[in-house]
């Protein structure tokens, strides 16, 4: 028996080792994919290259397949298309979202079509460079517009200051739209291209078109994703631009293709060129007129990489080329001319291999055109050139008395030489008036126009009034422009592309003044914010959020909906924004700029402080985890890893709501880690004595910290099943009840532990492959679960069954990246900030919630949450009454009768979520939910 029991052991201590094993091995791998990722950032910067912003690289690094190191964004395509067809159509009601249902307009009778509602912001808008005045708009008012930052949208009416934009298609928020053309033989056909490789943020889906005006869209031009001997990935991920020709009646479409590396895999590099096609998209050729070697490596041709592409008034194609991949190759500064559509003429180099050109071209004549060039260095960033003769000879900036020169802003932190501010990589655009081709239009952080072919320049916008541009009497106009459009049926007519969204001129002859040129961003709500969060003392009529978002800084929204639905909403703070807080006293807020940049208001001394000095506020991740512990009101954030050591800390901040101007600040030393890094902070709700604080991390470790408050904190390690980067560690009803969630591609996705994460249960059920950011659990009915996710909010109804069945309930919200959940057990109201979509909120449909939404102003509970006391708000009419408090089991747990309005109540209940009933003499008045911390 002794041997029996020995053997049976062992093959125990083994099955588990092989588990660890595996499972480290996994890690292993998914640690050099995300080394791979960095190098590849660095490797960029080091060769004069644009790498990435810091965010994408982190949230690429967070989302790969852990097994091949892919970003699996085009599978997202397919996803699409099965929503579309109801496979993921909701089945049953769920009450956490008020009965939302799918968006795919497949339901069964039982579900309501309730909705989420956008909240904001209203007039914010984001980055654009694809704007097309329909031209089945026999007025010229009708426009679209694509968001690089995601969406395509259109304007009805471009020329009413009062008119919004709408959204074409849900699935586009998940798009960056980079260029947009229509059919000049058929105005209902519209190609638009995706993905941005002036700053490798954001991937592509190839071509899209459309036959029916905007209506439905078809992907036309996504050739299956392939891969190199040494890594490379094949395919079209970033189109710079899309023209089409009517060559006697025939259609051709040109397409312009660069590549870029966003996932640390060279991306697109070997299909880069200009693609032809004269069936409408069915076929596409590579012109090798454009090609320029053959990999030494790989055998595979390399073409010039193609920026952008204009068609002549006598119907030649001029194409402009920029920067490529790979070293050493002679790919950028040039300007090509064609008369038959397939040989191509070198008409300009610079001999700038590295700089990316922008052409314009004459209207009226077909030998008139204009470049303009990012230079090299801070000796000549920017050039302007200019030719009468088809490109036999050209004019130029950088040649005394050329008759071109170059633009000169006002604002004394932009060199004399360089309008663009260094970032002629970025934010370089240039056209020539339709009716006169000697007045031109450039812009690089404000705009310029010139009516002498560059001989001579006025500026026409400033981005802000600091130093000399306080002075100056023109539009203020957001910085870093994109796009400038004539109406093609009214030349007085401009629409503007910048990263702040859509402006326009009504009449060019006052373009050059205070008024001339407005701002169009009404609804054209494509903010991407990191993080959002309700304060939990408000109510859904005198409501609070904070938002944090990428390039937009800080927002704050407050008061009751307005007529649209949405809340006013200012700048809270400059900036990027990121994490935000409240605590659930109403006492102080906390938000962020990048990395340990956290900053404390404390209402009552009426203080705004730094959380973090320097230098640990310039360390950190670029948006940095934080977590806050309401109950002690102590935060917490990621410090730092030493590049030597590795050792990782965590910052420490108390006195949130006692000391503000005198915090207490501290570290916690996690340990030494090699490879991964923090990805998630989370406190428990359900200490009050001290702090529990879950650190989660890129490659799925998971440590618990305890005492986390205290110089003798507690740190272990759970042994967990997952492997992937942690995006949520949130808390069901009690401090032992804990969802996990990863956000990699191609893993399990969804975790659940009753005992505190001795065991997990995976809960992936039939939860397709896509990135999970955020879950909530319903604290009344556990078996509701919620996800925010790449695509939308996912719920299910039957979370605690061993295969849950999940949904998508994104009506009114779309297919969009969901970065954040919020809940509010007071008003029962979710809040889904979103990355490229502003935030929404929902309430849950019940009773409590349609009695508490009409008289939540006269009647409720507060502090809520409270850490044991509470009060009642309620019309003066109301004395005597009883309240009787329930568990969530329904058992009663506490009454008291004859309280009156704003009489304290002292229950002493554990912490845990309770309903408050408040009746007298038997007469129903109003119920809360309660938590008690």
Same mark, same amino acid.
């Given at each position: ?35 791979? $990722? ?55 009601? $769920? ?36 704007? +097309? ?272 020169? +170059? ?137 609070? $959020? ?123 030393? +996690? ?18 004595? /001290? ?222 979520? /309770? ?15 309660? $938590?008690?911390?």
């Amino acid at each position: 028996m002794k041997k029996n029991y020995l053997f049976t052991f062992l093959i125990l201590l083994f099955v588990s080792n092989m588990k660890a094993q595996t499972l480290n091995e996994k890690r292993a791998v998914l640690e050099n994919h995300i080394q791979n $990722i960095k190098d590849n950032a660095s490797k960029l910067k080091s060769d004069g290259q644009v790498p990435p912003k810091e965010y994408n690289i982190r949230d690429l690094k967070n989302t790969i397949d852990p097994v091949t190191g892919e970003n699996k964004f085009q599978s997202l395509v397919k996803l699409n298309n099965e929503i579309k067809s109801g496979k993921y159509a909701p089945k049953q009601n $769920i009450s956490l979202l008020g009965n939302i249902i799918s968006n795919s307009n497949q339901r069964i009778n039982s579900i309501n079509n309730t909705q989420w509602f956008e909240r904001g912001p209203y007039s914010v808008g984001g980055r654009t460079r694809a704007i +097309l005045f329909d031209p089945n708009d026999a007025t010229g008012k009708r426009v679209f517009a694509g968001g690089v930052s995601g969406g395509l949208w259109v304007n009805n009416d471009i020329t009413n200051a009062s008119s919004e934009w709408s959204p074409i298609n849900d699935f586009w928020a998940n798009t960056s739209i980079s260029c947009i053309a229509s059919d000049p033989n058929n105005p209902q056909v519209i190609y638009v291209g995706t993905g941005e490789s002036c700053t490798n943020d954001a991937i592509g889906s190839g071509v899209w078109k459309t036959t029916n005006g905007g209506t439905t869209w078809t992907q036309i031009f996504n050739p299956a994703i392939t891969y190199t001997a040494n890594g490379r990935r094949n395919g079209i991920f970033y189109v710079n631009d899309i023209k089409v020709r009517n060559n006697a009646g025939t259609s051709e479409l040109y397409v312009a293709v660069s590549g870029g590396s966003v996932d640390g895999t060279l991306s697109g590099y070997y299909d880069t060129g200009l693609y032809k096609s004269t069936d409408g998209g069915s076929n596409f050729t590579r012109l090798n007129t454009f090609y320029l070697t053959t990999s030494g490596s790989t055998g595979l041709p390399i073409h010039h990489s193609i920026q952008q592409i204009e068609i002549a008034s006598d119907n030649a194609i001029w194409v402009s080329t920029r920067t490529s991949g790979f070293t050493g190759i002679n790919s950028g500064g040039k300007i090509f001319r064609s008369t038959d559509g397939t040989t191509f003429t070198n008409v300009y180099n610079a001999n700038l291999p590295g700089s990316r050109v922008q052409i314009a071209l004459s209207k009226t004549n077909g030998a008139v055109a204009y470049g303009l060039l990012q230079g090299s260095g801070t000796t000549e960033p920017v050039r302007i050139i200019k030719t009468t003769d088809t490109g036999a000879t050209w004019a130029a900036s950088n040649v005394v008395n050329s008759g071109v020169t +170059l633009p000169q802003d006002k604002d004394t932190g932009i060199p004399a030489n360089d309008f663009t501010r260094g970032q002629s990589f970025y934010d370089l655009v240039i056209v020539t008036d339709p009716t006169n081709d000697a007045t031109v239009y450039v812009g690089g952080i404000d705009l310029f126009r010139s009516t002498n072919s560059g001989s001579t320049w006025t500026q026409i916008s400033k981005w802000s009034n600091n130093n000399q541009l306080a002075t100056l009497s023109v539009s203020q106009v957001h910085a870093d422009q994109h796009a400038i459009v004539f109406n093609p049926k009214n030349s007085s007519q401009i629409a503007f592309g910048n990263d702040g969204g859509i402006y326009f001129c009504a009449n060019k002859t006052n373009i050059a003044t205070t008024t001339g040129i407005p701002v169009r961003n009404n609804r054209y709500n494509v903010t991407q914010f990191y993080d959002a969060k309700m304060n939990p003392t408000k109510t859904n009529s005198t409501e609070e $959020i904070l938002a944090g978002a990428q390039d937009n800084g800080t927002r704050r929204f407050t008061g009751a909906p307005l007529a649209n639905n949405l809340y006013s909403d200012a700048y809270y703070d400059g900036g990027d924004g990121a994490f935000v807080e409240f605590d659930d006293n109403n006492l102080y807020k906390i938000n962020s700029y990048v990395y340990n940049n956290h900053y404390l208001y404390h209402a009552a001394s009426n203080s705004y402080v730094d959380l973090l000095l320097a230098p640990d506020n310039d360390l950190g991740h670029f948006i940095n985890e934080a977590a806050l512990d309401r109950n002690l009101d102590i935060f917490y954030s990621y410090g730092n890893k030493d590049n030597t050591t590795k050792e990782i800390t965590l910052n420490r901040v108390d006195g949130l709501s006692t000391n503000p101007l005198n915090l207490g600040r501290s570290k916690i030393i +996690l340990g030494n880690f090699t490879d991964e890094d923090v990805s998630y902070l989370a406190t428990s709700p359900y200490q009050t004595a /001290y702090t529990t604080l879950m650190v989660g991390f890129d490659n799925g470790r998971l440590f618990k910290i305890t005492y986390a408050n205290t110089g003798i904190y507690q740190i272990s390690e759970l042994t967990v099943p997952f492997v992937g980067a942690i995006s949520d560690i949130q808390y069901g009803t009690n401090d032992n009840e804990i969802i996990v969630t990863i956000s990699n591609y191609n893993t399990i996705s969804v975790f659940y532990t009753t005992d505190g994460g001795t065991t997990w249960n995976s809960k992936e059920g039939n939860l397709p492959d896509m990135p999970i950011r955020s879950a909530l659990m319903n604290p009344e009915n556990k078996n509701e679960v919620i996800l925010g996710t790449e695509l939308g909010v996912w719920g299910t109804t039957n979370f605690l069954s061993a295969t849950p069945t999940w949904s998508q309930y994104t009506n009114g919200l779309g297919n969009v990246r969901v970065t954040n959940l919020d809940y509010r057990p007071s008003t029962r109201t979710v809040l889904a900030s979103t990355y490229g979509r502003g935030i929404f909120t929902t309430m849950n449909d019940t009773n409590l919630a349609t009695t508490e939404t009409s008289v939540e102003e006269i009647y409720r509970v507060y502090p809520n949450p409270t850490r044991g006391d509470f009060y009642l708000k309620m019309n003066a009419k109301h004395k005597n009454v009883t309240v009787n408090v329930f568990d969530i089991s329904g058992k009663l747990v506490f009454t008291k009768n004859g309280v009156n309005p704003e009489e304290k109540i002292s229950p002493s209940l554990p912490k845990g979520h /309770y309903i408050v009933k408040v009746e007298k003499e038997g007469e129903y008045i109003f119920s809360s939910k309660l $938590i008690v911390r």
